[in-house]
């Protein structure tokens, strides 16, 4: 004999998925809850909060791809500007670049103030 969450989890395993005799029952329990008006609400609040969070999660993923690609092409243009600046590009990172084309403009800007 079983005892203890083993028994528990044997018990439940034994119910199967929701037949229709179930979803019937579930159906009237709510029409006799919410009334015949409220149900479609009910229903239609349900589908579009359903449907936003189908949208959000596959939202990141397509959010994620797009902030990809500016990355990559920022990140060649953050190269010609430091080629075109007289900055050597080879074997630095992107945020290597940007700090030297920084310290040459405040360099440029120190320089016209005077």
Same mark, same amino acid.
């Given at each position: 004999?079983? $005892?203890?969450m083993a028994?528990?989890?044997?018990?439940?395993?034994?119910f199967? /998925?929701?037949?229709?005799?179930?979803l019937?029952?579930?159906?009237?329990?709510?029409l006799?809850?919410?009334g015949?008006?409220?149900? /479609?609400?009910l #229903?239609? $609040?349900?589908?579009e #909060?359903i449907?936003?969070?189908r949208?959000?999660?596959?939202g990141?993923t397509s959010k994620?791809?797009?902030?990809?690609? /500016?990355?990559?092409k920022s $990140?060649?243009?953050?190269?010609?500007?430091?080629?075109?600046?007289?900055?050597d590009?080879?074997?630095?990172?992107d945020?290597?670049?940007?700090?030297?084309?920084?310290a040459?403009? #405040?360099?440029?800007k120190r320089?016209s103030?005077?």
């Amino acid at each position: 004999m079983l $005892s203890g969450m083993a028994g528990l989890t044997l018990k439940l395993m034994q119910f199967g /998925p929701i037949g229709w005799t179930e979803l019937l029952i579930i159906i009237v329990i709510a029409l006799l809850l919410f009334g015949p008006r409220r149900l /479609p609400e009910l #229903a239609r $609040s349900m589908g579009e #909060a359903i449907n936003e969070f189908r949208k959000a999660s596959s939202g990141v993923t397509s959010k994620e791809e797009k902030e990809e690609k /500016p990355t990559k092409k920022s $990140s060649s243009e953050i190269r010609e500007l430091a080629l075109s600046l007289g900055i050597d590009v080879t074997g630095k990172t992107d945020e290597e670049l940007m700090e030297e084309i920084k310290a040459l403009a #405040a360099k440029k800007k120190r320089g016209s103030e005077e």
